[in-house]
Structures are given as structure tokens and as C-alpha cells.
């Protein structure tokens, strides 16, 4: 395994930054590999696009579950490094890819067995499950090449590497822009094969990542075991990757719940308001990839340095975030500011859903700084492990502080009202983060000294 001293030794706001900007490229790459997958499947008329568009929350909800795991392995193994226990990082990534391999026959068994009940459960027409079946099953086949992937990145990121897992990430989505075209339109000599080429375009550029991390992990850092694992040792692993993984999904899937609350409240404003609501979020997702990213990037670092006992520089890490955040927050708010008109007249040449769009750009962005404090703390608290902190201030923010904030809003001043209820939960969301880590800002060592979640 590559020493890599600069997470435990190197100044903490450079250190940050330089694990940081490589995963800008990686979330951007993930953005990219979706916004393709929609734009060309959205050349196949209206029908294709329904029927993709009802896979996403049965997509979405296997994408969280391995997001959440590996954000586990990540912590986990950051410990184990900055302990310098190498047999036991060893241990913790090759039991963790195999609760990955695990998993993977799990969700691949239920799944292929039930595309019709559950779908029909989401709402799908009868005519529409054909369709829905033509993406589902190539993707259920080749799910293991993403989800055992995306827990070896997460484990390479704990050793404080975060270009490689970016490199692999954009690598598989230049791999899906050639392959999609190809095969959902049958150009040259591929077949045409529509919402089933855009699934196999997928798996293929997932196949890539699961061979590169394995080579990662097994060959050029050594940190995969080729022994068969016994029972106790791998029970006790998977009971760390738990501990921070579970809480972890948690929080990836009830986002979404919260987001289709908040879009019932804004259609009650009619369709400009929600036009405007799905345009800002997805500035909103842009906006704040460097967000991503430190988030990201703050978990291995905590982690090693908490494993190390260096409990001084992970408060120096909780400072710069803070700092962070508020500059981050307000640049971004400022351009967005600045910016508003002309973006929203890229987005819609409509008077009504325009000015709608100004409206949420000259309103929630206002909150981005405290927002991102929010998120930050939430990642800190997972890289500690407390997790069931994280999950109380995402559940406090979306659904006792945004949810009935946004509804007070609408009522008393319609969309604008709305918007600023939002904005309002998200800085109260980052005041509540402050106050929740305040003892580990004073003194981490006294802070981390008691018993873990």
C-alpha cells in the first residue's frame, strides 16, 4: 500500500482541496453519464423516455444503497490506515467487495423476478412493461459491475487517492457517449436495439470500472486478501461497514422523498413554478459539485487522522470546511445572481416560467454557504462514526425545517414564498450544524473520547 503522509502531515486546507478537485471530474462525469443516457434515449420519442424515466426510482434506490455502503468502506478503511494496521485494511476491502458480490445476487434475483409487479406498483401502463423490460434486464444482469466498482472506488478514495476513482469514473462515461448512440440507434454495423442498447451502453462502460478498480485495489496497492475469508473476520467488517453505510442509504433515499413532497407543494403554484423547481435544482446540482466534492473528499481525510490520533488537525479540517463553505456559498450565489435572466432564458423562452426561474436563483442560492455547512458537518459526523448525526440533520432539514417551511411560504406569498421557505430551511439546517459539532470544534480529543454510535 502507497504511503500516503500528506493526509496526516500536510497542511489541511491544501491537503483538502488537492483530494477535493480531482472529484470534481468524477461527479461531473457521473452528471454527464445520466444527462446522456436522457438525451439520447429522448430521440426515441415520448414513450421511450416515459418508460427510462420509470426505471429511475428503482435505479436510484440500488445506486443509494451502494453509495451508502461505500461511504462505509470509506471510513472504515480510513481508520484502518491511519492506525497503520495494513492487515486490517486488507481485510476490510476484500470482505467488503464481497458483501458487494453478495448483494449483487441479491438485487439481481428480486429484481428480475419482479420488473412487472413493481413497476406496475410505480404506476406503468400495461402497454408500457415491454419497454420497461427491454432496459431492466440488461441492466439487472450487469448490476454487479456497478455496484462492486463503485465499493472498490470508495476504498481507493480512503487511501487518499480520489484522481484515480475520477479518472476510471470519466473513462466509463467517454465509454457510454460512443457506445449509446451506436446501440440505441443501430448506427454502422450495430444492431438497433433502443432502450435496451442504452442499458447494455451502460454495463459495457460499467465493465471497464470494475476491472480498473480491481486492478487497483488487488494489483497496484496490494490490498485485496486471495485466502478464503472466515466467517467471524467478515462478520465483524461488515458490522463496521454497517454501522456508517446503513445510516448512510438512509439519507440517500429519503432525499428523494423529500424532493417529490416539496414538487406536490410547488404544482399546487401551477406548472411555471414547477418548471422553474426542476430547472433550479438542476442548476442547484451543478452549482454545488465542488460542494460534492469536499464532502467527498473530507471523509478519508477525518478518518485517517482520527485512526492516527491527530484529533487537532481534524478540527483544523472542521474550521477550513466552515470557511470553506461560506466563501464557496456566497461566489456562487453571487454569479448565480448575476447570471439569473440569461440562464433562465436558456432554459425557457415562457415570460412566466422564466421569471419563475429568476425568482428561484435570486432567492435559494442565498442560502448555498449555510447549506453547504449542513452537508459538510453531515459528512464529517459519518467520517467519525456518527452517522445517526447526519441522518438527524437531513432528516431535520428536509423534513421538520424545508418541507413545512416551503408550504408556510406558499401560503403567504405563492412561489416566491415557497422559494424562500427553502432557502430559509437550508440556512437553519447550517445553524444547526454548527451547534451540533460545536464541542468537536472546541475540543475533538475530549469530544471523540466517549463511546461510538
Not at 502507497?2 to 483530494?19: M, S
Request: aromatic share 10%; charged share 15%; proline share 5%.
Amino acid at each position: 500500500m502507497r504511503q500516503r503522509k500528506d493526509l496526516l502531515e500536510g497542511p489541511v486546507g491544501r491537503t483538502l482541496l488537492e483530494l477535493a478537485g480531482p472529484m470534481v471530474i468524477g461527479i461531473a462525469s457521473v452528471i454527464l453519464f445520466n444527462f446522456v443516457d436522457t438525451l439520447f434515449v429522448s430521440r426515441l420519442g415520448a414513450e421511450a423516455l416515459a418508460a427510462m424515466s420509470f426505471t429511475f426510482p428503482v435505479t436510484f434506490l440500488v445506486v443509494s444503497f451502494s453509495i451508502g455502503m461505500g461511504i462505509g468502506l470509506t471510513v472504515a478503511v480510513a481508520r484502518g490506515i491511519g492506525q497503520g494496521n495494513r492487515e486490517h485494511v486488507r481485510k476490510l476491502i476484500t470482505h467488503g467487495l464481497l458483501l458487494a458480490n453478495l448483494s449483487v445476487v441479491v438485487v439481481a434475483a428480486v429484481g428480475l423476478f419482479t420488473i412487472d409487479p413493481v413497476f406496475r406498483l410505480l404506476g406503468a401502463p400495461e402497454v408500457m412493461l415491454s419497454r420497461i423490460r427491454e432496459y431492466m434486464l440488461p441492466w439487472y444482469l450487469g448490476i454487479g459491475f456497478l455496484i462492486v466498482p463503485m465499493m472498490g472506488n470508495s476504498a481507493i478514495r480512503a487511501t487518499g487517492d480520489t484522481k484515480t476513482p475520477s479518472l476510471i469514473m470519466l473513462f466509463a462515461s467517454a465509454i457510454n457517449l460512443v457506445l449509446d448512440p451506436l446501440l440505441i440507434f443501430g448506427l454502422g454495423p450495430f444492431p438497433r436495439l433502443e432502450l435496451m442498447g442504452a442499458a447494455l451502453a451502460s454495463v459495457i462502460a460499467w465493465t471497464v470500472t470494475f476491472f480498473a478498480s480491481l486492478w487497483v485495489l488487488g494489483w497496484r496497492e496490494r490490498l485485496l486478501e486471495w485466502t478464503r475469508p472466515r466467517w467471524a473476520e467478515m462478520r465483524a467488517s461488515w458490522q463496521q461497514i454497517f454501522r456508517v453505510g446503513l445510516p448512510a442509504t438512509a439519507n440517500n433515499i429519503v432525499l428523494p422523498l423529500a424532493v417529490g413532497i416539496l414538487t406536490r407543494l410547488v404544482a399546487s403554484r401551477g406548472t411555471e413554478a414547477v418548471a422553474a423547481f426542476g430547472v433550479g435544482g438542476r442548476i442547484d446540482a451543478v452549482a454545488l459539485i465542488g460542494l460534492g466534492a469536499m464532502a467527498t473528499a473530507v471523509s478519508p481525510f477525518v478518518g485517517q487522522n482520527v485512526g492516527a490520533g491527530n484529533f487537532g488537525r481534524v478540527r483544523e479540517a472542521l474550521h477550513f470546511c466552515i470557511k470553506a463553505s461560506l466563501v464557496y456559498g456566497a461566489a456562487t450565489a453571487a454569479l448565480l445572481f448575476f447570471s439569473a435572466r440569461p440562464l433562465a432564458a436558456i432554459f425557457s423562452d415562457e415570460a412566466g416560467v422564466t421569471q419563475a426561474i429568476v425568482q428561484y436563483l435570486f432567492t435559494v442560492p442565498v442560502s448555498y454557504g449555510l447549506f453547504c455547512i449542513a452537508i459538510l458537518v453531515g459528512a464529517i459526523f459519518n467520517a467519525l462514526n456518527q452517522p445517526l448525526k447526519a441522518t438527524l440533520l437531513i432528516a431535520v432539514r428536509l423534513f421538520v425545517l424545508a418541507v413545512p417551511l416551503a408550504a408556510l411560504g406558499s401560503s403567504l406569498a405563492g412561489t416566491p414564498g415557497l422559494f424562500c421557505g427553502v432557502a430559509l430551511a437550508n440556512g437553519l439546517s447550517g445553524a444547526m450544524g454548527l451547534w451540533m459539532i460545536r464541542r468537536i470544534r472546541k475540543d475533538p480529543e475530549a469530544a471523540l473520547r466517549g463511546p461510538e454510535e
